[in-house]
């Protein structure tokens, strides 16, 4: 009785520091997560942290960050904040100068499998570009988040800016306003836990 009453304390203190742990998520991305041109306090991951306050939500993003300058970042980041979920939010600066699709391809595909190996849930957060490098270019791009999210079986915002009308960007057209801020929320708490 007495071992028994000992096996069951001690499964008891194992468990009491996960009992009422927030979920840590990590949102990994570049500017649009950054809150480029508008406060940080008024961007969609502060408002996400807020609107969530049973998750810790924790913005690892920086203005013109490449999929491949986010490789060179995620371990540390991974390691840091030790995630239960990883907001992935990259490739559209990659995509705005051209660099070929199967390269970019291949970086968010080591972001995904990074995060992975570090026990970490992805949500992929997918974009989409202007025309400005031709159909084809544009059309490869936008099927590169699905394809990575069906191949490593994350979930998926097809979109990240989805019904965000044109006056709520800002004057350079690609960066969401602080009036768009709360519909980025709605695009993506779906996804979330």
Not at 38 to 52: D, F, H, N, S, T
Not at 65 to 77: H, I, K, N, Q, Y
Request: net charge positive; charged share 20%.
């Amino acid at each position: 009785m007495k071992r028994s009453i000992i096996k069951l304390l001690l499964l008891l203190a194992a468990c009491l520091p996960t009992l009422g742990t927030a979920q840590t998520i990590l949102v990994f991305g570049d500017s649009l997560s950054a809150a480029y041109g508008i406060p940080r306090e008024q961007g969609w991951v502060a408002l996400l942290q807020r609107a969530r306050p049973d998750l810790k939500v924790v913005n690892a993003s920086i203005s013109g960050e490449t999929a491949a300058g986010g490789l060179r970042r995620l371990d540390a980041a991974l390691r840091q904040h030790r995630p239960d979920l990883v907001l992935l939010e990259l490739g559209a600066n990659d995509g705005l100068r051209g660099r070929p699709v199967p390269d970019i391809e291949h970086d968010l595909a080591e972001l995904i499998r990074r995060s992975q190996h570090a026990q970490a849930r992805v949500v992929l957060l997918g974009m989409q570009l202007p025309p400005n490098y031709g159909a084809d270019y544009t059309r490869d791009f936008r099927a590169l988040y699905p394809k990575l999210a069906q191949r490593y079986r994350t979930a998926l915002v097809p979109f990240l800016l989805a019904h965000i009308p044109p006056e709520q960007f800002q004057a350079d057209d690609l960066h969401p306003g602080v009036a768009a801020q709360a519909q980025i929320v709605r695009n993506v708490s779906p996804a979330l836990p």
